[in-house]
């Protein structure tokens, strides 16, 4: 396809970092989101008021934690998005599938000007 110019082995690498990259805010608020491992957000407040002995810095932080989850959660799916999208074109250009990597591209603009990652994540799009 002379209107791709990729080299898979290059993007390969930089979907493998960014999962890497991902999987820490993942496992940050594991505990705190699903109570699938990973460190708990919530235990983490807490222990903190008990490091500084103080209610208030306790509560401080949980109320912080508790304000923020919505938008680590929505960086996570956001990053399994690209991360899915970007691998399925790749594949599709390796493939020489020309209309699965314009389909995709397509679906990753629509995704990232609505924040709606949702289409490029297994089993959520549909």
Do not use: C, F, K, Y
């Given at each position: 396809?002379?209107?791709?110019?990729?080299?898979?082995?290059?993007?390969?690498?930089?979907?493998?970092?960014?999962?890497?990259?991902?999987?820490?805010?993942?496992?940050?608020?594991?505990?705190?989101?699903?109570?699938?491992?990973?460190?708990?957000?919530?235990?983490?407040?807490?222990?903190?008021?008990?490091?500084?002995?103080?209610?208030?810095?306790?509560?401080a932080l949980w109320g912080f934690l508790e304000d923020q989850m919505p938008a680590m959660v929505a960086a996570i799916t956001r990053i399994q998005g690209m991360i899915t999208g970007t691998g399925q074109a790749k594949n599709a250009i390796v493939a020489g599938d020309e209309a699965?990597?314009?389909?995709?591209?397509?679906?990753?603009?629509?995704?990232?000007?609505s924040g709606n990652f949702s289409p490029l994540i297994p089993d959520e799009g549909k």
């Open positions: 396809m002379s209107q791709w110019d990729i080299q898979p082995d290059e993007v390969d690498a930089v979907l493998t970092t960014t999962a890497a990259d991902g999987n820490d805010l993942v496992t940050a608020i594991g505990g705190a989101n699903s109570g699938a491992g990973g460190d708990d957000l919530g235990q983490l407040a807490l222990d903190a008021q008990d490091g500084a002995q103080s209610a208030i810095i306790g509560a699965m990597a314009v389909s995709t591209s397509a679906i990753m603009s629509i995704a990232v000007a």
